[in-house]
């Protein structure tokens, strides 16, 4: 991007999920998603690249962490929740970036599941909504969050944007989804900014842009 600059702008600590999460059924079968964690790695390397300390809190991805992001990896919805709890309260910025599972399987079965020919019936639960929850104790910081949609993208994402108290949203088509371009809007409380076919690459600068300026 061009005419952005970062000099007058001090360090802060960013805190940003992302990659898909995993909720076991059995010891080898799981829920999941086809998120491959790129925005949220780009993210992480834009901000420090921009002289922030990243804390990167990661699902299951095969992506080389960026050099000098700190990087907690989990593998389920809770174990994300547990990490974000644990370090929200050492972030200016918390981007939560995670496609992270809405289910998980009522019970997990100790042993692997036998096929036997018949139908079975798996119960799901809700997963904790991550941004939700920690949209109560927010406090002065910004929160940064993404919609991934199929119809009424920018509705839907405004929508989400007032329940969670988000001072950002990022509005995805579900096309963006393990692909290195995307379309959609970065949203606030007063402005819709569209985007369409451009790179994770760029829509990151775009993104790290708009919440320094929240500063």
Same mark, same amino acid.
């Given at each position: 991007?061009?005419?952005?600059?970062?000099?007058?702008?001090?360090?802060?600590?960013? @805190?940003?999920? /992302?990659?898909?999460?995993?909720?076991?059924?059995?010891?080898?079968?799981?829920?999941?998603? #086809?998120? %491959?964690?790129?925005?949220?790695?780009?993210?992480?390397?834009?901000?420090?690249?921009?002289?922030?300390?990243?804390?990167? *809190? %990661?699902?299951?991805? /095969?992506?080389?962490?960026?050099?000098?992001? /700190?990087?907690?990896?989990?593998?389920? /919805?809770?174990?994300?929740?547990?990490?974000?709890?644990?370090?929200?309260?050492?972030?200016?910025?918390?981007? =939560?970036?995670?496609?992270?599972?809405?289910?998980?399987?009522?019970?997990? =079965?100790?042993?692997?599941?036998?096929?036997?020919?018949? =139908? +079975?019936?798996?119960?799901?639960?809700?997963?904790?909504?991550?941004?939700?929850?920690? %949209?109560?104790?927010?406090?002065?910081?910004?929160?940064?969050?993404? &919609?991934?949609?199929?119809?009424?993208?920018?509705?839907?994402?405004?929508?989400?944007?007032?329940?969670?108290?988000?001072?950002? !949203? *990022?509005?995805?088509?579900? #096309? %963006?989804?393990?692909? #290195?371009?995307?379309?959609?809007?970065? +949203?606030?409380?007063?402005? !819709?900014?569209?985007?369409?076919?451009? =790179?994770?690459?760029? @829509? &990151?600068?775009?993104?790290?842009?708009?919440?320094? #300026? @929240?500063?």
């Amino acid at each position: 991007m061009k005419n952005i600059n970062f000099n007058k702008m001090k360090p802060k600590t960013i @805190l940003i999920t /992302a990659g898909p999460t995993k909720e076991y059924i059995d010891p080898v079968r799981f829920i999941s998603n #086809d998120s %491959s964690g790129k925005m949220g790695y780009l993210l992480a390397e834009e901000s420090k690249k921009n002289g922030a300390k990243v804390i990167l *809190i %990661s699902g299951p991805t /095969a992506i080389k962490p960026p050099k000098g992001v /700190a990087v907690v990896n989990v593998v389920s /919805a809770e174990q994300m929740f547990v990490q974000v709890k644990k370090y929200f309260g050492k972030c200016d910025v918390f981007i =939560s970036c995670a496609a992270v599972g809405d289910y998980k399987a009522e019970k997990f =079965s100790e042993n692997k599941i036998k096929k036997t020919g018949n =139908s +079975i019936n798996l119960k799901l639960v809700p997963n904790p909504d991550i941004l939700f929850e920690i %949209s109560k104790i927010n406090g002065q910081k910004i929160l940064v969050g993404f &919609a991934l949609e199929t119809d009424g993208l920018v509705k839907n994402a405004q929508r989400k944007l007032k329940e969670k108290k988000l001072d950002i !949203i *990022i509005a995805n088509n579900v #096309d %963006s989804m393990n692909s #290195d371009k995307t379309t959609g809007a970065i +949203i606030t409380k007063n402005e !819709i900014e569209k985007f369409r076919n451009i =790179s994770k690459k760029l @829509l &990151a600068e775009k993104i790290t842009k708009k919440y320094y #300026d @929240l500063f």
